[in-house]
C-alpha cells in the first residue's frame, strides 16, 4: 500500500499545480485549456486535495485512507457522468478531458480496490479469518 500510497500522493499534487494552472493562471494558461467544463475542472482541483490526503491514509495502510480512497472513485464517476450529460446535451468540451477522467476513474477504483482488499474500510464486516468481507 505504501506505493500505491506514493502514487495517490504524487498524482494529487499533480492534479493541484496542473488546476491550479488552469483556474488561476494567467491568460495563456486559460486559453491552452480550451473548451473545459468549468465543474469539471473546478472538481478535479479540489478533488487534488483529497487525493493527496488518501494517499498518505494508504501509505499509513489506514482504513480512513481506504474509505476515503473509494468516496474519490465514486465521486469521480459521479462527476464524469455528469460530464457525459453536458456532453450529450450539446454543451462544449475537450476530448482530452474524456481522457483525464476515463484515467482518473479507473485508477481510483484500482487505488479503491486495492485499499479495501489489503486494508478494509472502517466498519466492515470481518470474516472467520480477520479479513473484511470482500478480502
Known amino acids: 500500500m505504501r506505493i500505491v500510497g506514493i502514487v495517490a500522493l504524487v498524482f494529487g499534487l499533480l492534479t493541484i499545480v496542473s488546476g ?33 490526503a488518501a494517499g498518505l491514509g494508504l501509505m499509513w495502510s489506514s482504513p ?7 468516496l474519490i472513485a465514486a465521486a469521480t464517476i459521479l462527476v464524469f457522468a455528469a460530464f457525459g450529460l453536458h456532453v450529450y446535451f450539446g ?18 477504483l ?3 480496490l486495492a485499499a479495501w482488499r489489503t486494508i478494509g474500510f472502517p466498519g466492515a464486516r470481518q470474516g472467520p479469518h480477520g479479513r473484511n468481507a470482500f478480502g
Not at 488561476?24 to 482541483?45: H, I, K, M, T, Y
Not at 480512513?64 to 473509494?70: D, E, F, R, T, V
Not at 454543451?91 to 481510483?108: D, F, I, K, N, P
Open 20 to 52: 491550479g494552472r488552469a483556474l488561476f493562471g494567467d491568460e495563456a494558461a486559460r486559453e491552452a485549456v480550451g473548451a473545459a467544463v468549468p465543474f469539471v475542472l473546478w472538481f478535479n482541483f479540489a478533488a487534488g486535495f483529497a487525493y493527496v
Open 91 to 108: 454543451g462544449a468540451y475537450e476530448m482530452r478531458t474524456v481522457g483525464a477522467m476515463t484515467l482518473r476513474s479507473v485508477v481510483w
Open 64 to 70: 480512513w485512507g481506504a474509505a476515503l480512497s473509494a
Open 110 to 112: 484500482a487505488f479503491a
